[in-house]
């Protein structure tokens, strides 16, 4: 059999527009709520429905920005950025396996089961 040729990016990630396909979810969903809102409530400006220009207006704006964040910031930054949000700036880790001795909690649970406690 013949060699065939590899892309030799085939690990890197897809941009469109200059924002990663994993960042679009964060640009859409606002988007789409800015852009649907006006339209529950029943807002227009004269014959303009509201949510029109401004979901275009937030489209663009999420847009620019990622775009600046992409290029300023390091990679994976916004996603550490959640995380770290998510823990409630949590300063403590999990503990490691060498600090963490699962025999202690195994011999307890079995002594709680002899014992007819649970």
């Known amino acids: 059999m013949r060699r065939r040729a590899t892309r030799p990016n085939v690990f890197r990630g897809l941009k469109r ?21 006006p339209f529950v409530f029943g807002l227009w400006f004269g014959y303009v429905p509201l949510g029109f220009p401004l979901g275009l207006f937030t489209f663009l704006i999420l847009l620019g ?11 994976c930054w916004l996603s550490h950025k959640f995380d770290w949000v ?27 089961i002899s014992l007819g406690e649970k």
């Not at 920005?65 to 990679?75: A, I, M, V």
């Open 86 to 112: 998510a823990d409630r700036n949590a300063s403590f880790r999990p503990p490691l396996n060498s600090e963490l001795e699962t025999a202690d909690w195994i011999r307890d649970y079995k002594k709680q």
């Open 65 to 75: 920005t990622f775009n600046y964040l992409r290029l300023s910031k390091p990679e």
């Open 17 to 37: 527009f200059g924002v990663y396909s994993t960042d679009w979810k964060y640009i859409l969903v606002p988007t789409a709520a800015a852009y649907l809102t």
